[in-house]
Each structure stands twice: as structure tokens, then as C-alpha cells.
């Protein structure tokens, strides 16, 4: 039977880039998708912006929603101080196949853990199972339409402490018009907008980085 996308994707990181080296991994996905077949990858521009946070907040537990593929894994992952306790959630279990593997050549397997299942099950299962009781940072890709329940679980099950940052992809296309509203009108929260484009093309979008303030 024909191949997936993701499949293809990892066909092409294994081709191309170099084992052990996570650069050459996030380059042979963008170049893919440039290249052969658009993906939704935080790609290249927003990607650039998504370090940027990363290294500032130079976070202790990281908690990413909607792996997909593992792009934004591995630029993450990356950038992580040793020690760094990273979770990922992906409830597609080929996604999690494929996402391992690409993780695996960038030879970070040892700084992340690609959880299979549901965001609104996983979160509140975070202190039980990994022994986590606030994150430091947060990165939203997943469906867009969880981005909402998904910040009120975080607030239900103590997960956020005074300063931790969410950043949530996609918030104009295609957008998270109710989680924007919600963020925008909180007094728990102080925003900012980084204006981009949808990976791989002119169309607008951007990320929008929420910090808790307790
Ligand atoms: C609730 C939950 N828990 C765990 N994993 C979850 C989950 N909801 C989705 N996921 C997993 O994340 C991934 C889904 C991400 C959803 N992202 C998107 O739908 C998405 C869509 C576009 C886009 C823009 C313009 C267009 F014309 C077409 C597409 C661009 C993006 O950057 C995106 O992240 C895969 C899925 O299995
Ligand atoms: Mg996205």
C-alpha cells in the first residue's frame, strides 16, 4: 500500500541527513518539505522564533503537544541543558513510530520521551507518571481546537508555576480564535505576539507566548 506522508518524511531523513546530527535533521526536513511535499512542521521562520524562547526561558520540564512528526521536537531538544526532563504527547500511534525514528537520527532519543495518547487524558496524569508538578515551558501544535481545554487543564492540575511560558503555534492559520481570546483577557497571563508566516509559504500566521503569572 502507498507510503504516508510522515513515512516518506522519515525515508527522506534518513537519506540526507546525518546521523547524530539534529542541524542536518531539521534542514533535511524543511528542505523536504520546500522541496517535495509541504508538511505542518513549524518549518524554518517560526521555528527560529520557537529557539529563541527556548533558549530564553532555558526551561527544566518541557511539555510539547502534538509531535507529529518530531521537527519541533528535535529543534527543541537540542537547545536543553543536560538534566532537562522533556515530554512530548502524540496520540497518532504511526506518528509515534515515525517521530522516534526521525528523534533517534538526530541522536536525541535520550533527551525526550514521545508519550502515545491524548492530551486531555496525558496532562493529568503528569505528576503520577513522570513525577512532574509544574512546567516551565510549554509548546501548543496540536489539534487547535484543544489549545482552550487544554490551558484550563493545566490551570486545574497545578501544572503552571509564576513564570511558566506557553507558546502556542497557529494562532491565524488556522487559528485558535477562542485559546487568543481566552489569553488576551486574562489577567493570569501576559502576551506577546511574534508575527511569521505558515511554514513554507507567505500566507501570515504566528505564535503567540503566554506567561503565567501565578
Ligand atoms: C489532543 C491531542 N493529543 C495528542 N496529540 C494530538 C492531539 N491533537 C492532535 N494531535 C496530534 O498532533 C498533530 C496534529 C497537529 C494539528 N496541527 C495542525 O492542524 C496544523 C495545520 C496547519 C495548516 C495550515 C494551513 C493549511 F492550509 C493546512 C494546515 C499548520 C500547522 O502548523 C498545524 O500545526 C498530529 C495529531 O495526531
Ligand atoms: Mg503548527
Redesign the pocket.
Known amino acids: 500500500t502507498r507510503s504516508t506522508r510522515p513515512q516518506r518524511m522519515l525515508k527522506a531523513v534518513q537519506k540526507n541527513a546525518t546521523k547524530g546530527s539534529p542541524e542536518s535533521v531539521i534542514s533535511a526536513i524543511d528542505y523536504f518539505c520546500k522541496h517535495s511535499e509541504?508538511a505542518?512542521?513549524?518549518?524554518d521562520e517560526?521555528g527560529s522564533i520557537l529557539d529563541s524562547v527556548v533558549t530564553e526561558v532555558n526551561p527544566s520540564t518541557v511539555l510539547e503537544?502534538?509531535?507529529?512528526c518530531g521537527y519541533s521536537t528535535v529543534r527543541i531538544a537540542r537547545l536543553l541543558s543536560p538534566g532537562t526532563k522533556f515530554i512530548t504527547?502524540?496520540?497518532?500511534p504511526a506518528?509515534v513510530t515515525v517521530a522516534r525514528q526521525i528523534i533517534a537520527h538526530a541522536g536525541l532519543q535520550d533527551k525526550v520521551t514521545v508519550v502515545e495518547?491524548?492530551?486531555?487524558?496525558?496532562i493529568p496524569q503528569m505528576k503520577e507518571r513522570f513525577g512532574i508538578t509544574t512546567f516551565d515551558f510549554i509548546f501548543l501544535?496540536?489539534?487547535?481546537d484543544?489549545y482552550l481545554p487544554?490551558i484550563k487543564l493545566f490551570e486545574e492540575c497545578g501544572l503552571l508555576r509564576k513564570g511558566s511560558v506557553l507558546l502556542a503555534?497557529?494562532v491565524i492559520?488556522?487559528g485558535a480564535p477562542e485559546y487568543l481570546e481566552y489569553v488576551r483577557n486574562s489577567p493570569r497571563y501576559e502576551n506577546r505576539y511574534y508575527p511569521a508566516h505558515?511554514?513554507y509559504?507567505k500566507?501570515e500566521?504566528g505564535l503567540e507566548k503566554s506567561v503565567f503569572l501565578g
Not at 89 to 92: I, P
Not at 117 to 122: C, F
Not at 141 to 144: G, L, P
Open positions: 509541504w505542518m512542521n513549524v518549518g517560526k503537544l502534538g509531535t507529529y504527547l502524540e496520540f497518532n506518528n495518547g491524548s492530551s486531555g487524558d496525558l501544535d496540536h489539534w487547535k484543544r487544554d503555534d497557529n492559520c488556522p505558515l511554514e509559504t500566507v500566521d
